[in-house]
């Protein structure tokens, strides 16, 4: 069974610009969750997908948005990036309603320059 | 507010048994994670918690006590694979979903 996909892996952008990350959830896994882990903060919550629907939302500005497709793919976007944008981008599955258990993807290094 | 506590670093010795506590502070609970990470990896679950009490799971078991906002992480007969940072989790149950509120993360750090 393939695990979560991230993609791309790595990406270097300039203030300013816009960017858009992609996820694959595993097969079968509705939810998906997005999340931005740098060393001075650690992991947090960006937001979260269930059947093409916002669940849940973190505490960040609204240059971060995300989808979710039929096929449970998700993408977030962030426009205007600023050098503070620079973290390691994580994405999570899980089965949807009440799973215990997120299996996180490989993460995109986002750096801002 | 919401709030996660845990040591930011600890070491040990091949063989060992190390605790890593972790106290919590939100608004809801719905339950409890520790996830391990390896340097260049993404976070691997480890263990869950809702109910009081140990969960063991092989070389690794997991206590919580709700009424505390306490939490440890027991590893035992410690391995240089073990070095890697140990992040805990708290599921909040006023919001929807699956978001994981995250501590920042204990580095443990085994040596022979």
């Known amino acids: 069974k393939a695990g979560v996909t991230q993609t791309p892996r790595y990406l270097i952008k300039t203030r300013g610009q816009q960017v858009t990350l992609s996820c694959s959830p595993i097969s079968g896994h509705r939810s998906v969750s997005w999340y931005q882990q740098t060393p001075g903060q650690g992991l947090q919550f960006l937001f979260e997908y269930f059947s093409e629907t916002q669940r849940n939302k973190g505490n960040f500005p609204g240059r971060f948005s995300g989808r979710q497709f039929s096929n449970s793919r998700s993408e977030m976007n962030v426009s205007t990036l600023e050098l503070g944008d620079s973290a390691l981008y994580l994405c999570?599955?899980?089965?949807?309603?009440?799973?215990?258990?997120?299996?996180f993807g490989p993460g995109t290094r986002l750096t801002v320059l | 507010g919401q709030n996660i506590d845990q040591p930011t670093e600890m070491t040990a010795t091949e063989g060992a048994i190390v605790q890593i506590n972790c106290t919590y502070q939100?608004?809801?609970?719905?339950?409890l994670f520790w996830y391990q990470q390896h340097a260049g990896e993404a976070p691997t679950f480890l263990s869950y918690?809702?109910?009081?009490g140990l969960e063991e799971k092989g070389r690794f078991s997991s206590f919580l006590s709700r009424s505390k906002g306490y939490s440890y992480l027991l590893l035992k007969e410690l391995q240089m694979k073990d070095s890697a940072s140990y992040l805990c989790?708290?599921?909040?149950?006023?919001?929807?979903?699956?978001?994981?509120?995250f501590g920042k993360g204990t580095t443990l750090s085994v040596s022979s």
């Open positions: 939100t608004s809801g609970f719905n339950g």
């Open positions: 999570a599955s899980s089965l949807g309603e009440s799973s215990n258990e997120q299996f």
């Open positions: 989790a708290v599921r909040d149950q006023t919001q929807a979903g699956t978001a994981l509120i």
């Open positions: 918690n809702v109910l009081d």
